[in-house]
């Protein structure tokens, strides 16, 4: 499995991105896990939301919940993660990752198997 995000770029505070992660080579079972990390500079990777892609499963960091929201297109094979009231702390590399199966240690980067490049997300106060 391919994945490749796109949908970052530059936002004032307060402002709102979208996200994608679009998943080819392979057929996404219903028990995959869609994730999205981030990392910003000098600092360690950090998890920021998750699905179980036959639905049924959502999970948040405690620092985005109520502002971002992780969503799946089962037809274009694609996962989205909505921003909203952005500041300048989410100014991160965006990664998207999968895992063959759901597992509830989804917080964790070492438990993905496939991983997209990243998309750099800045956000100017």
């Known amino acids: 499995v391919q994945l490749q995000a796109s949908g970052g770029g530059l936002v004032q505070a307060g402002g709102s991105l979208r996200l994608s992660c679009a998943a080819s080579g392979g057929t996404l079972s219903s028990d995959y896990a869609l994730a999205w990390f981030r990392q910003a500079p000098g600092k360690e990777t950090e998890f920021v939301a998750a699905l179980r892609w036959g639905g049924g499963r959502y999970a948040y960091s405690d620092s985005v919940k109520g502002r971002f929201t992780i969503s799946r297109d089962n037809a274009k094979n694609t996962v989205y993660l909505q921003m909203n009231s952005l500041n300048p702390e989410d100014t991160s590399v965006y990664y998207c990752?999968?895992?063959?199966?759901?597992?509830?240690?989804?917080?964790?980067?070492?438990?993905?198997?496939?991983w997209g490049q990243g998309t750099l997300v800045t956000v100017s106060s």
């Open positions: 990752a999968a895992r063959i199966r759901w597992t509830t240690n989804y917080g964790r980067k070492s438990e993905y198997d496939y």
